[in-house]
């Protein structure tokens, strides 16, 4: 059964403290992984699409890393916007499959 | 671009009653999947529609139906509305050839 699992489910950080966000899954046939941030009460917003073990990309303060039994979510000198809970997803057969999500605080 | 849009914002509802949620995808796109947001959880799938069929469903019962317009919009429609519906419901577009999925910003269901 395809499943995702993130971890931590909360992190508290300072400003400037840099972290790394996990999410570990099991697919049959990964098509894609996907990181969204989202806002309370709002949809998700996409980040990063990453297909094969290996693959990186960046985007600001954030880089998405990918094997094939997990990502990372490396989040360098955060600011306190860079607060919003992160979901990763993954693509098996058509459906996207998320995890519960880690919900970043980042304090002044 | 307009990217995907989503109507109602909220909705107030109760026991019993009927609902029907509307969505736009993002310009471009012909293929719309609907997620259920419980709160503190992530997204479940619901269904996806493609070529005005419903191409994949998740586990959901049948009081949860959907419809694509030949203009790719669709509409969520749920029966017999439980407490337990009462959650974030969320469109997301994406085109046929392509994976990632792009989401509206929600609509917020409650059932009293």
């Known amino acids: 059964e395809d499943q995702v699992t993130q971890s931590p489910e909360a992190l508290r950080l300072q400003e400037g403290e840099s972290s790394s966000l996990n999410c570990s899954y099991t697919?049959?046939?990964?098509?894609?992984l996907f990181w969204y941030r989202q806002d309370p009460g709002k949809g998700p917003e996409f980040l990063f699409t990453?297909?094969?073990a290996g693959e990186e990309k960046e985007k600001e303060r954030l880089k998405a890393t990918l094997t094939k039994k997990e990502s990372f979510l490396h989040i360098t000198a955060p600011k306190p916007e860079d607060s919003a809970t992160y979901l990763c997803?993954?693509?098996?057969?058509?459906?996207?499959?998320f995890g519960q999500g880690t919900e970043l605080s980042v304090k002044p | 671009d307009a990217g995907v849009t989503q109507s109602p914002t909220h909705l107030i509802k109760t026991r019993g009653q009927q609902v029907t949620l509307r969505c736009s995808p993002k310009?471009?796109?012909?293929?719309v999947s609907w997620y259920q947001q419980a709160l503190g959880q992530g997204p479940q799938f619901i269904f996806q529609?493609?070529?005005?069929?419903?191409?994949q469903r998740g586990n959901f019962p049948d009081r949860f139906s959907g419809h694509q317009f030949p203009n790719y919009s669709s509409e969520l429609n749920v029966n017999a509305l439980l407490l337990g519906d009462s959650a974030l419901y969320l469109c997301?577009?994406?085109?046929?050839?392509?994976?990632?999925?792009?989401f509206g910003p929600g609509t917020r269901l409650t059932v009293l």
């Open positions: 697919v049959s046939g990964l098509r894609g």
């Open positions: 310009s471009g796109h012909d293929t």
């Open positions: 997803a993954v693509q098996g057969e058509g459906k996207l499959i």
């Open positions: 997301a577009s994406s085109s046929s050839g392509g994976a990632t999925e792009f």
């Open positions: 529609y493609y070529e005005e069929e419903e191409r």
């Open positions: 990453l297909y094969s």
